[in-house]
């Protein structure tokens, strides 16, 4: 009986554990430079292919890309046309702070600016 105890005890601690790091790990803090500007790039110039899609991919794919956690809100395709299907609603949760949801870092002032200056352009493939 005692053993049964024991390896019930540990099963749980098990089961916690893998459910806590499966949680954690799509919120994980973005550990990443300070904005995601590439060199050259400015609002004048600023397209999805030099831009937006990289900004996308790397930090709205985890949740909201195939069989993600948030893919019924949005699913990013990693394409033009998802990204300027979507673009003003997407940037505009991430310029009013809205997403990513906390514990991730939230988009720099610059990015924020860099996104906007990408739909006040049209949105520019």
Not at 8 to 15: A, C, D, H, K, R
Not at 100 to 113: E, G, L, Q, T
């Amino acid at each position: 009986m005692c053993v049964l105890k024991i390896r019930s005890g540990w099963l749980l601690l098990l089961l916690f554990s893998m459910a806590f790091t499966g949680c954690y790990k799509k919120g994980e803090p973005v550990t990443s430079a300070a904005t995601f500007i590439p060199a050259g790039v400015t609002a004048a110039n600023v397209t999805h292919t030099n831009y937006v899609a990289g900004v996308l991919k790397n930090n709205c794919s985890t949740c909201h890309g195939k069989g993600g956690s948030a893919d019924e809100f949005w699913l990013n395709t990693n394409t033009y046309q998802n990204a300027s299907e979507f673009g003003v609603r997407i940037v505009e949760t991430i310029v009013n702070g809205s997403m990513p949801p906390v514990p991730r870092k939230p988009f720099s002032a610059a990015d924020k600016k860099m996104l906007e200056a990408w739909i006040n352009r049209g949105m520019p493939q």
